[in-house]
């Protein structure tokens, strides 16, 4: 028989607000599907055909609704606790839950969220699993593969904060080799709450279980229904799923926080496909995820070719290997590999080198200019990390789309031994909520220092390949750049760079700088030394160089632009300005120069330059 079961949280015990998992990462649909499906996807089975994940909504009302609650317990058990929540003003969120379940004609809104051909939820409450990691514990991730999408733990999070009551039933079938048991199939809920008090005077931590509480030598624990009784229950929940290893994940209440009404079931539908294919493509294309939402009567099946804004990046996937580094005509892709240099592991393994695959296509009128001169970036996993805009890279009409191809996703037919490594480092790279790829704890735990370098060159020869694949190629331009080609390095990795600490040690800075046709580009970063400032500033500017290395006539600066919050930039006199506010770490920064005379390109007039960076770090004891 389930029941309910909290934590007493005794004297002196530690008090739970709300879910902090919560305000970890953006909540919107567009999240909510991207991280369900990114932890389905890397629960997937060798060998067993693609992930299949479906989208499941269902309307409850009258005497169905009645019968779901009971079910839950929702009567005995836990509307007691949530009303204590909301009475103790930490839960206000519920009102709207509790005002529709007194409405005779309210209706629920339930979501399940079904995955097949995954490992289930393998494990005990006791051992390091995906039991585990998803039922117990918190800001955890139990995931070992280097390919896993995520290394967290917060993306489970977001089922929990699309419930309206704050709570979620699993129903899983295990994989036969992943469990000794004779039942393959288990059952429990979880509900997430803060720490609140009964009228029997006891004080109760936020989590609760709807389980077979067992006791153990460390106490009681929450224990699933197994086999025949978690069937049943599952039936009576609407959680039942298919005999295939997978779990299904019932969402109660479903709803979007971000939104103060609730859409139609159909709106949701179409927003759940474009977010599925949107971040998804790449695995979808090779059949390793397959994505389904059905309401009603209806389905809708997630397919690349249906979301008009990711056609233009599967069509520069598919011909990313294309011979040419030239762009001509609409529709023409082009592709360059980009080294990556990889510091030794933490415990002093060496690390292969790798390369990643930049590929561009050029922008026809009739593409959807959705995420036009954007690069989309990812790896193995199958996941789009990133749609990196690059639309400063873009030349007059000649716009892009682009995708950079990393690690096991670059070639998956033939991976080699530095695919793999990228794939490793760059899972690292990832933040919490796995929309980019920067310098991070993980990449500083699992990698010795040159680790934000390698990010650096990366991400610096993107932006110089792109430049080089995209600038105009035919005609008197393709002439031009020929002969301003011998003169000095322009587009590729033969960049003029320099990287060096200041003179004082308070600063590392690095740059490089290029001729792009008529004005000079550059890159660079700034990262104060010091952790202790209240600001710090820098001025950017380029001055040509003669042959005999003296200087020559300054170069104005039409253009700075850094990425980040607490950062300013502006363009004085030809010269850039940078300002960081207290706290800010490392700014990459890049720019153009005012045009240079298509007369002094002919001539020869236009060497060298240098890029000169003088920056300052403002502490509290200044005036």
């Known amino acids: 028989m389930a029941e309910w079961f909290f934590f007493d949280g005794g004297p002196g015990a530690p008090r739970y607000g709300d879910d902090p998992t919560k305000h970890a990462v953006d909540?919107?649909?567009?999240?909510?599907?991207?991280?369900?499906l990114q932890n389905a996807n890397d629960q997937s089975l060798d060998d067993d055909g693609p992930v299949e994940v479906t989208f499941r909504f269902e309307t409850l009302s009258g005497e169905e609704r009645t019968a779901f609650l009971e079910a839950l317990g929702w009567g005995k058990e836990l509307s007691t606790r949530l009303r204590a929540v909301t009475e103790a003003e930490r839960g206000r969120g519920h009102n709207?839950?509790?005002?529709?379940?007194?409405?005779?004609?309210?209706?629920?809104?339930?979501?399940?969220?079904?995955?097949?051909?995954?490992?289930?939820?393998?494990?005990?409450?006791?051992?390091?699993?995906?039991?585990?990691?998803?039922?117990?514990?918190?800001?955890?991730?139990?995931?070992?593969?280097?390919?896993?999408?995520?290394?967290?733990?917060?993306?489970?999070?977001?089922?929990?904060?699309?419930?309206?009551?704050?709570?979620?039933?699993?129903?899983?079938?295990?994989?036969?080799?992943?469990?000794?048991?004779?039942?393959?199939?288990?059952?429990?809920?979880?509900?997430?709450?803060?720490?609140?008090?009964?009228?029997?005077?006891?004080?109760?931590?936020?989590?609760?279980?709807?389980?077979?509480?067992?006791?153990?030598?460390?106490?009681?624990?929450?224990?699933?229904?197994?086999?025949?009784?978690?069937?049943?229950?599952?039936?009576?929940?609407?959680?039942?799923?298919?005999?295939?290893?997978?779990?299904?994940?019932l969402v109660v209440d479903y709803r979007d926080p971000t939104r103060d009404k609730r859409p139609e079931i159909d709106e949701l539908a179409d927003e759940f496909v474009e977010a599925a294919v949107k971040y998804f493509w790449p695995a979808m294309l090779r059949d390793d995820l397959r994505v389904t939402v059905e309401w009603d009567e209806e389905s809708r099946i997630a397919?690349?070719?249906?979301?008009?804004?990711?056609?233009?990046f599967v069509d520069c996937f598919e011909s990313r290997f294309v011979s040419s580094e030239s762009l001509e005509e609409s529709g023409d892709v082009a592709g360059v590999d980009i080294p990556v240099?990889?510091?030794?592991?933490?415990?002093?393994?060496?690390?292969?080198?790798?390369?990643?695959?930049?590929?561009?296509?050029?922008?026809?009128?009739?593409?959807?200019?959705?995420?036009?001169?954007?690069?989309?970036?990812?790896?193995?996993?199958?996941?789009?990390?990133?749609?990196?805009?690059?639309?400063?890279?873009?030349?007059?009409?000649?716009?892009?789309?682009?995708?950079?191809?990393?690690?096991?996703?670059?070639?998956?037919?033939?991976?080699?031994?530095?695919?793999?490594?990228?794939?490793?480092?760059?899972?690292?790279?990832?933040?919490?909520?796995?929309?980019?790829?920067?310098?991070?704890?993980?990449?500083?735990?699992?990698?010795?220092?040159?680790?934000?370098?390698?990010?650096?060159?990366?991400?610096?020869?993107?932006?110089?390949?792109?430049?080089?694949?995209?600038?105009?190629?035919?005609?008197?331009?393709?002439?031009?750049?020929?002969?301003?080609?011998?003169?000095?390095?322009?587009?590729?990795?033969?960049?003029?760079?320099?990287?060096?600490?200041?003179?004082s040690t308070v600063f590392d800075i690095g740059s490089s700088s290029g001729f792009d046709e008529d004005h000079w580009t550059f890159t660079g970063y700034i990262e104060p030394l010091e952790d202790d400032f209240e600001s710090w500033t820098a001025t950017v500017s380029l001055t040509g160089v003669g042959e005999d290395g003296s200087r020559y006539d300054d170069i104005s600066i039409a253009r700075i632009d850094a990425e980040g919050s607490g950062i300013t930039t502006r363009c004085e006199d030809g010269v850039g300005h940078v300002t960081a506010e207290s706290g800010t770490g490392r700014v990459r920064f890049e720019g153009v120069s005012e045009r240079v005379g298509e007369g002094d390109v002919r001539s020869g007039r236009v060497g060298e330059t240098q890029l000169e960076i003088r920056a300052e770090l403002r502490t509290g004891g200044e005036d």
């Open 27 to 36: 909540h919107d649909t567009e999240t909510f599907v991207r991280e369900v």
């Open 341 to 503: 240099q990889l510091p030794p592991r933490a415990d002093g393994e060496p690390t292969p080198d790798g390369d990643v695959r930049l590929a561009a296509r050029l922008a026809s009128p009739a593409d959807d200019d959705s995420y036009l001169n954007n690069v989309a970036m990812f790896r193995g996993a199958g996941m789009v990390v990133k749609y990196y805009d690059q639309s400063r890279v873009a030349f007059s009409d000649r716009n892009f789309h682009a995708v950079l191809a990393c690690g096991e996703a670059k070639s998956p037919e033939s991976i080699t031994d530095g695919d793999r490594e990228v794939d490793r480092f760059l899972r690292y790279a990832e933040p919490p909520e796995h929309d980019d790829w920067q310098s991070t704890e993980n990449l500083r735990e699992h990698y010795q220092q040159g680790f934000r370098t390698a990010l650096d060159d990366m991400f610096d020869t993107l932006r110089d390949g792109l430049r080089h694949l995209v600038s105009q190629t035919d005609g008197r331009g393709q002439v031009l750049a020929d002969r301003v080609r011998k003169r000095f390095p322009i587009h590729g990795g033969q960049a003029r760079t320099r990287s060096m600490p200041s003179p």
């Open 96 to 249: 709207d839950l509790f005002g529709r379940l007194e409405d005779p004609e309210g209706e629920l809104r339930l979501l399940v969220v079904e995955d097949e051909h995954t490992t289930g939820l393998t494990g005990s409450w006791d051992d390091d699993s995906n039991y585990s990691a998803l039922v117990r514990d918190e800001l955890y991730s139990s995931k070992q593969d280097d390919r896993a999408g995520g290394s967290y733990g917060l993306g489970k999070s977001v089922l929990w904060t699309f419930s309206g009551a704050s709570t979620v039933v699993f129903n899983s079938n295990l994989a036969p080799h992943r469990t000794e048991r004779d039942e393959r199939q288990r059952l429990i809920a979880r509900t997430k709450l803060p720490t609140h008090q009964l009228d029997d005077g006891v004080t109760y931590q936020g989590a609760g279980w709807l389980c077979q509480p067992k006791q153990t030598d460390d106490g009681v624990r929450p224990d699933s229904l197994w086999g025949n009784e978690a069937t049943e229950l599952a039936n009576r929940l609407h959680v039942d799923r298919p005999e295939t290893p997978g779990t299904s994940a």
């Open 303 to 312: 397919d690349v070719r249906d979301v008009p804004a990711v056609r233009p």
